[in-house]
């Protein structure tokens, strides 16, 4: 259909495409950018069924000052996974083939309708290092651990159409989109067509809106949402408000595109943008180099929103052409964007919910920790936050940060602190209080590591990494620590010797340009070897600390911490040894390698003694903006991608040499303790059953706020005494072979035993204790998570979570939602929830439920060792959106009272995936229909 008469015709260096004008609706002008691409989608997509003219209408018509919009059905172009969320992607795809095929279906209409490009980036682990050997150790590493999941990878793009996969030790996914797989104007033919739209993308890790940086919209859900995707389905949401950030001014001397970010986080998790959309705009916009628009994408989770984006401008065009994309393709862009009013007018200010200015000129040097990406902690006044941890043994960032002048002179005053006097507090400390109770308590310890004595304490710093897709993307913080590590080195200086360095580049332009500038060696000689092309650090694969180190603070239970150029910092993520960790621009994270403790002020304490015999300070090897600017202009070039992505499908001998059967469908392998065929559709009717009330449910965790997907769903190592260990072994692997959790995703056996495994989690049914870890009723008996739910789904008991506000918050874990739905949790009860998880389980066919304002577990007096019945499902053909239901604890002192909570089922589509079990279900009945 086309209702609007917005069919028309561009043409692009002799090529003529078939385009959607936007100015064929009233009202398209005042639109923010981000919806004037959501408008675009729904025009190209309108069939009158599934996409309406009222749907149109709705974004043209967007009500800056609703809390948001109407429904509408998004169809994003492509879909983009890792290997962490897209193995069990596959693995349920094939498992809809199995299905498919039970129900006499055809098999091959599972398959993906939309180009879905997976990058494997998630599995390489930080085992060797210091080394330039490192890099291959863990690479061949690698292969051992996930051969069987590559094997299914490489045969689900051989038997799935419009389907990719870059192989490992590449690049991390969003540096991979950034610079390689994103159009920004999508091309395809369509109808015998060809068309010319807005490259859209959905991806299954939440930091998908890296790419916002690059004027292409997209952002993180949950890997149930993406199959849908893949499988053709449009996503139901409802229009968002769009909050505007206007820039001004630049950033000064001596800061950071990590220090820009860090402030931005900060600012926007105090505004409020849970579900929102934010924009940059304004005379600013010019002042920020697409890497930095695409870190302050990036860490749009960290804030909350749904993604952080900025309009199509002329840096957008260099920054194509940097990359090596062709000419056709920068041109295309550029005319697309102005006939589209896509092109960014800094005088031009669109409507907005709300706007909020900064000014790039107050932006200091910042980390944030120690242990929530929001809480930014000024470089100046780091020292006194970390003392007041140490001095004081609090973990609690609301104590700690968000330091205006007030609040950072409420901390302990302390005097300069030695090295060999971390965590000694300068008042009188009670040295008789049990440790275990405030372990910073502990005295040094002195340890021999290779040929040498030292001396290893609370506050030090066990792991510098330079890591993650947030900062490695951007080479202006890459060039600046590789030029602090020269001006360290020729001064004599080096990393301290308990400090597991690496190097872990979002792709390998970095080592390119690393070699061309003779960064490497000085890199080399800090420590700094490069480990691998992935995530690691960031998402909890550092691997072991250097042994003598790891002893040391198992033994004394010292506070010791980890620095990383990263996104995310939560608990028990990225190493289970370090209680602090500190997020850090690149060049801060070797000067901490250097100074090797957190308790120091960077800008007065000395970071060592030089080859001279005269202290060194930050100050002396800080590159200026000049020197990294000159650098840059004369080692990035664009001939560096260009090759660096020519054979990206390719792989190594190690991927070449996989042997995978040529079949449509796949062979399951039932001893396989990595790939297994999942339960969703055993005993699944072929039409959906009335929904039920829920009755006699029992509490499984009863949690407090900003219980991240972190400690819900798997991640990390796998502990040998833990219930996923437990059966591994079980399995016949030994524990030197358990790798991560996230490389066992595609196993649902090891995934249902490590949620809620996470070691930092507090379940209050067991106060004091931390870990998987509760009680079983009636009989009170304190087990595992895992163990007390099959004992509870063996009775026939339905389950429950009880949880504070942001549950779920944190990265896009679709096994979050999965591995609660298989322990038999059939609700969830939380004051808040952040947006992804709530989505992920409505499609598992979880119930959210949310107290009503006011309301809390505390202030109803919930201990959750009541009985539950939730009522007001019973019968319903439909899913009940927006209402509430009504929620009866019954104390086993036979003492009885309700309350009200609200049902968190948003939309329609929503609401069907729940009548349905799922989105899976939900899918996999429609295409049977068909």
Known sequence: MNSFGARADLTVGGTTYEI???????????????????LENLLRNEDGTLVTADQVRAVAEWDPAADHGAEIQYTPARVLLQDFTGVPCVVDLVAMRDAMAAFDGDPQKINPLIPSELVIDHSVIADAFGTPKAFRINADLEFQRNQERYQLLRWAQQAFDDFLVVPPDTGICHQVNLEYLSRVVFTRERGGTNQAYCD???????????????????????????????????????????????????????????????????????????????????????????????TLGNMSPEYGSTCAIFPIDDETLSYLRLTGRPESQVALVEAYAKEQGLWHDPDHEADYSLVLELDLAGVEASIAGPKRPQDRIPLRKARKVVSAILTEGSQAPEDLVGLDEASAESFPASDPIALGDVGRSALPIDRTVKQKEIPWLSDPVTVT????????????????????CTN????????????????????????????????????????????????????????????????????????????????????????????????????????????????????????????????????????????????????????????????????VEADMFSKGYANVFDGDQNWQGLEIPDADMFAWDNTSTYVRQPPYFDGMPRDPEPLSDIRGARVLALLGDSVTTDHISPAGSIKRDSPAGTWLQEQGVVPKDFNSYGSRRGNHEVMIRGTFANIRLRNQLVPGVEGGFTRHFPDGEQSSIFDASRRYLDDGVPLLVIAGAEYGSGSSRDWAAKGTLLLGVKAVLATSFERIHRSNLIGMGVLPLQFLPGDTAESLGLTGEETYSISGLEGATAAPARVTVTVTPDADAGTSREFEAAVRIDTPAEAEYYRHGGILQYVLRQLLAA
């Open 20 to 38: 959607f004008r936007l100015d064929a609706v009233p009202g398209y002008e005042r639109l923010p950018y981000s919806l004037k691409v959501l």
């Open 472 to 635: 490695t993307s951007n080479p202006e913080v890459m060039i600046g620590a590789g030029l602090m590590a020269k001006k360290a080195v020729e001064l004599g200086l080096s990393s301290k010797p308990w400090v597991k360095t690496s190097l872990a580049p979002g792709s390998r332009v970095v080592t390119d340009y690393y070699e061309k500038a003779g960064l490497t060696p000085y890199l080399n000689q800090l420590g700094f070897d490069l480990v691998g092309y992935g995530c690691t650090t960031c998402i909890g694969n550092s691997g072991p600390l250097i042994p003598e180190i790891q002893t040391a603070v198992d033994d004394h239970h010292l506070n010791v911490s980890a620095v990383l150029s990263g996104n995310r910092n939560f608990e028990g993520r990225i190493h289970p040894q370090t209680q602090m960790n500190f997020l850090a621009s690149p060049p801060l994270v070797i000067a901490y390698a250097l100074a090797g403790t957190m308790n120091t002020d960077l800008q007065t304490d000395s970071l060592g003694v030089g080859k001279d015999g005269q202290d060194v300070y930050l100050r002396d090897i800080w590159p200026s903006v000049a020197e990294v600017q000159a650098v840059v202009g004369e080692v």
């Open 200 to 294: 859209t993308l959905v991806g299954t890790d939440s930091h998908t809106p890296m790419v916002n940086g690059l004027g292409v919209l997209g952002w993180g859900v949950g890997g149930i949402e993406a199959e849908a995707a893949m499988l053709g389905q449009p996503m139901s949401m409802l229009v968002p408000p769009v909050v505007g950030v206007k820039l001004t001014g630049s950033l000064t001397e001596g800061t950071t595109a990590t220090d820009l970010v860090l402030t931005v986080a900060e600012l926007l998790r105090k505004t409020g943008v849970v579900g929102k959309f934010v924009e940059f705009f304004g005379p600013g916009v010019a002042a920020i180099p697409l890497a930095n628009r695409a």
């Open 449 to 468: 590591v290779g040929d040498s004595e030292t001396t290893i304490d609370n506050g030090h710093v066990v792991i510098a990494a330079i890591t993650s």
